[in-house]
């Protein structure tokens, strides 16, 4: 993604139905643990959020993230372009 991805572009791996499973979030292939999602965002340089749909837990907190990010990484742009 960072390859085909602007410079400034962050990124974001939501881990969801956090209300069924505690600490692990479920893929299409089983569960994965909080440390090995963890893990895996470090190194593509993606920040971690867990949410779940059923609840609204970390809903909230997701846009805000995203909201507050999309904002920084636009005036950084901006900033490139002057």
Known sequence: MKNNAAKNTRLIV???KIDLLSEKIEDSQGEVSYESAQGYCKSIGAELKLTSAKNSKGIDELF??????GNLAAEEIHKDEE
């Open 14 to 16: 939501i881990g969801n």
């Open 64 to 69: 805000d993230t995203v909201a507050t990010k």
